[in-house]
Nanobody, 124 residues
Framework: VQLQASGGGLVRAGGSLRLSCAAS????????MGWFRQAPGKEREFVAS????????YYGNSVKGRFTISRDNAKNTVYLQMNSLKPEDTAVYYC??????????????????WGQGTQVTVSS
């Protein structure tokens, strides 16, 4: 599966952005999907994930209550709605597909396919 992330940009603290990740190549609904982010000099961090059906979602502690992950299997797309953004949310955001574990685990090693990343910058 090929993944294409979009929707990043520059926003002020307290603002919102919605990221999209479009999938192509194989049946999208067989994959758990996740979002990760990586800031300069830091390790890749789990943001959120969602099961194949969309019935289960998981969030990293730093974004819980502010970000919402969702998916539309008819459009082969997963979304990340980001509200109340903070400067510390600044990072490159990556979407990823999990072929075996239904998005259950918050570690990059559990994901099999990755998009190219989209930059999110939050100014104070």
């Amino acid at each position: 599966v090929q993944l294409q992330a979009s929707g990043g940009g520059l926003v002020r603290a307290g603002g919102s952005l919605r990221l999209s990740c479009a999938a192509s190549g194989r049946t999208f609904s067989i994959y758990g999907m996740g979002w990760f982010r990586q800031a300069p000099g830091k390790e890749r961090e789990f943001v959120a994930s969602i099961s194949r059906s969309g019935g289960s979602t998981y969030y990293g502690n730093s974004v819980k209550g502010r970000f919402t992950i969702s998916r539309d299997n008819a459009k082969n797309t997963v979304y990340l709605q980001m509200n109340s953004l903070k400067p510390e949310d600044t990072a490159v955001y990556y979407c990823a597909a999990d072929a075996y574990n239904n998005g259950r685990y918050p570690t990059p090693q559990m994901y099999d396919y990755w998009g190219q990343g989209t930059q999110v910058t939050v100014s104070s």
